[in-house]
């Protein structure tokens, strides 16, 4: 049974840093990875989504990369701003099974 | 091209009565899924229906949930004699024929469900 981990929990940074979002997964045999951004009150956002076949994607300021044999995505946001606060999810598939990991409450400072 | 719609966003039922959330999808698009965001936890798949069809509801809880997507109109999840536990934030998704579920799915905004 697939788990999805992301850590840290909580993440607090002031405007202008570079950060990374780490999530690992149990089960390597996967579909793709989806970064989602989600901020309060709203639905998802796909941020970036990683076939099994790719190592990484980038969007802008986004980059994810996939690490599957060791179990591991991260997303690095770079030069953040007040505008990315948001909780960031991954979610991993296989075959008919797409599975979450718990998120990351981002808040960038001004 | 408006995204997938919700509705409603939020809904307020006591212990016992039945609630009904409704999912239209993208445009467009035949598949349907389903996942409830339960506090402090992650999003949990539930359902996948195509027009008329089931596809996958391993994520469902046995009793008292049911969902359908009928040929015409919106997809409906329906739970029956709510309990507290139910509350939670239901997500739906939407993607186009030919997709699996491995492409990508676009989300709706979330009904945000409480029950007294």
């Known amino acids: 049974k697939q788990e999805v981990t992301q850590i840290p929990a909580a993440l607090s940074v002031p405007e202008g840093e570079n950060l990374v979002l780490n999530c690992s997964f149990t089960?390597?045999?996967?579909?793709?990875l989806q970064w989602f951004r989600q901020d309060p009150g709203k639905g998802l956002t796909s941020l970036l989504l990683?076939?099994?076949?790719?190592r990484e994607q980038t969007s802008g300021r986004l980059n994810a990369s996939l690490d599957k044999s060791s179990g591991r995505s991260t997303l690095y946001i770079a030069a953040s701003q007040p505008g990315d606060s948001a909780t960031y999810l991954c979610a991993v598939t296989n075959n008919n099974d797409m599975r979450f990991g718990a998120g990351t409450r981002l808040t960038v400072k001004p | 091209n408006a995204g997938v719609m919700q509705n409603p966003r939020h809904l307020v039922r006591r212990r016992g009565q039945e609630a009904r959330l409704r999912c239209s999808p993208m445009k467009g698009h035949s598949h349907v899924y389903w996942y409830r965001q339960l506090p402090e936890e992650g999003l949990k798949f539930m359902v996948y229906?195509?027009?008329?069809?089931?596809?996958?509801e391993s994520g469902m809880p046995k009793e008292r949930f049911s969902a359908e997507f009928p040929k015409e109109g919106p997809s409906i999840l329906r739970i029956q004699q709510v309990v507290r536990g139910d509350s939670a934030a239901y997500f739906c998704a939407s993607s186009p024929p030919g997709h699996t579920f491995t492409d990508t799915q676009y989300f709706g905004p979330g009904t945000r469900l409480t029950v007294l």
């Open positions: 990683i076939q099994s076949s790719q």
């Open positions: 229906l195509q027009k008329e069809n089931i596809i996958d």
């Open positions: 089960d390597s045999a996967i579909y793709n």
